[in-house]
């Protein structure tokens, strides 16, 4: 077993395996704290050195920011053409990739590894240029600064008052080959800057009064050291793992705690983080839950869940695991993590219990190998507590009551059986009924059954008898022999069934979690969503459950359990919640007395709401395991609230661009076709006007006919225009009435006489058609929009057909052209507002014709389709119901 346990992980010899790949470039940053440290510099003197080696090296990019120190090193490296982007009428120069990999050196440099890259080229970050060309098998130098790492972000913001725009992920820093530190002190830099060596005089003195101050450089120069010592610290780590080496190796100071639920481990916490400090060591905080042994006790449960957030709070990292040994699942934890020093509390048992039960320290101390055991004493205090022997009587008092009607039942078997069987036999019976009072009625009924069964067993079953006296002294053996294995029995089996309690409860909270996971996938609705958790909450905690939202930068209540409104003092503790992002109410340290307990509910965009909840009995609060399960529900629900407010957003995004979409559409047509009439309209009035005396008759009559025929196209935009307001409110008042179709195709005809000219059309009407209930003028619109556009997309010579069908129950009207026809995937979109065929681009509208086609004829009941027509051109069918 040992030496499977030593075996190297075989994760993580794969990852190195796939480390040393020889495919992938490698990697090397000249890691800095600020400009002008000299990592551009030490760039181009490694660089020298390893084409003095032979090694092939070119300058993909740098910047030497006319520091003429750093100019004199590009001098003898080959350097390559930048690229040329072009944005707002400025040449940017920038890294070019295709010519790097094309050219494919051993070795390239490339400055400012964090640069943002100009718009349009191939990747937004010069770092991920880097990824293809490492991608492509070739060494990568490069540099930077500290600040630029994403985890230093808010860090770096918060000492020097400046947010850096330009980051990177810290994995490239992890996955880095090499990384060297330059180094130099920040006395020397600001000199460096004050002559001029790291930016012109006016960057330099701007740079010397926000950026470039003593404190921030030194707080910079910390970071960097030690961001460097800890990528060093996991390469140590991961050579450890992978040639299974259990260590640890003493180079860095790493504490670990151990937290139990005993009232010493809040002072052991604060000890190790004191002892951190003087060591400048990193300290990890771990909690272990025996599942030989599941805590039950909810004071326990809580003390170690406020030790824990009490470490967390003091810079610890935290881990509660589980195991079956407290010193195997610690030490464990202690080897994998290279800790150093293990802090433990002196035990405060009594030593008789300690020999029986065995001593965790003792084993801790034993098994530790190289890790130096802290034991701290500081329970001077702590009264001394007596330890009871695992015995609670939490049973309901007739649990004991028919315990003892077990013994009673039992002694009277036994006096029925007595003279047949030996008395060693009778006493299976008094171990069956303890193991059957174990099982149905606890620890407590089971250790009173197995004491009174010896003491009847004695007093009624063996002689001489009804006396306590024992004549044979083999007895006492069996007396003592029965109860323990009584005791022993009836522990080991009420210690299971809590064990399975606990399997229960935990398998009830899974549970719980995925029937809402199940429910919440499926909803997208915000207040679908806030009526899941609510129910589901409210029937899992039997209590009233509310959600709290912002709304216009102040927090409102937006559903809750039916009959239930929080009043002005649980708002103003919903309201704490939410602005310091931290449990406030009952239960909790901040507000305890408020009857609502409030959890935030927040991702990782940020604050989105809060999760009330409110007891029906007031005064009652969450135990520690409904606390859990309360906050994994917080965190399911914040992520569907988010969902769901996502999704709104979205579709409002997808409305307002439907919205902008159509207005630019609309402004865009009716600019056109209104300008083109009354241009048309404006200029023949004008010629009249101004040439009246000049034109001729005939001229005169031109004008005018072209005046009128503007006129009348003008009128049908305008009437499509208000048509279509009308059709979009709602607002189309129907007359409707029994109507021949011969009439209205007529009417149609006689109103586009001018338009159709000498266009041929056919009619084909067979005789006999009922009537067919419509509103006569719109409908004689939808045939003059119909015909209009037929006219619009076929040649002039071309014929127009009109052809009428009918069934038992309809009657349809074929429209059909000879013109260009339309894609078959875009003959849907021929009814939609402001579609028009591309083709021919001598054609005007709005592309509103059609559509208020359909709005009328689905509005009277009917139905318009289009299909193209074998030949050329299309078919528009127009069928309406007969009159009943």
Known sequence: MKEMNSRPDPDELLKNIQAEEPARGKLKIFLGYAAGV?????????AHQRQEQGVDVVIGYIETHERKDTEALVNGLKILSRRQVEYHDIKLPELNVDAVIKRHPQLVLIDEFAHTNAPGSRHPKRYMDVDDILDAGIDVYTTLNVQHLESMNDVVAQVTGIVVRETVPDRVLDEASEIEVIDLPPDELLNRLQEGKVYVPDQANRAIDKFFRKGNLSALREMSFRRAAERVDNQMRNYMRTRAIQGPWGVAERLLVCVSPSPLSEKLVRTTRRLSDELNAEWFAVHVNLTSKPELNPANVERAAKTMQLAEELGARTRTLTGRSIPEVVLAYAKKHNVTKIVVGKPIHPRW???????????????SGDIDVYVINEQADIKPTKIPLDFHPHAPYWRYLLAFGLVVITTMIGRLIYTRLEPTNIVMLYLAS??????????????LTSFLGVLAFDFFLIPPYLTFAV????????????????????????RTQEQAEAAIQREAHTSALYTLGKDLTSATDLHQVAEIVINHISQVFGRDVVIFLPEN?????????????PDANEMAVATWSFEHDQPAGLGTDTLPAASLRCQPLKTARGQIGVLGIHPKESGKSLSPDQRQTFFSFANQAALAVERAILAEQARQAELLQATEKLQTALLNSISHDLRTPLVSITGALSSLREESLNINQEDRNSLLETAYGEAERLNRLVGNLLNM????ANAIHLRLEPCDIQDAIGAALDQLEDRLGKKPIVVNIPDGLPLVSLDFALFGQVLVNVIDNAVKYSPKETQIDIDVSQTDTEISIHVSDRGIGIPEEDLEKIFDKFYRVSLPESVNGTGLGLAICKGIIETIGGKISAANRDGGGIVITITLPKVN
């Not at 000299?38 to 490694?46: D, H, P, R, S």
């Open 38 to 46: 000299g990592k551009t510099y030490a760039m181009l003197e490694a």
């Open 353 to 367: 219990m300690e020999m029986l039960s065995g001593s965790i320290v003792d084993q801790l101390i034993y098994a």
């Open 434 to 447: 303890t193991v059957a009072a174990a099982v149905y009625l606890g620890r407590g009924p089971a250790l």
């Open 471 to 494: 004549t044979d002294t083999q007895y006492f053996i069996t007396f003592i022999g029965l109860f323990l294995v009584s005791l022993v029995v009836s522990t080991l089996t009420a």
């Open 553 to 565: 930068g102040k927090l409102r209540m937006f559903a809750a359990t039916a009959e239930y409104s």
């Open 725 to 728: 307001t009308r059709l979009e």
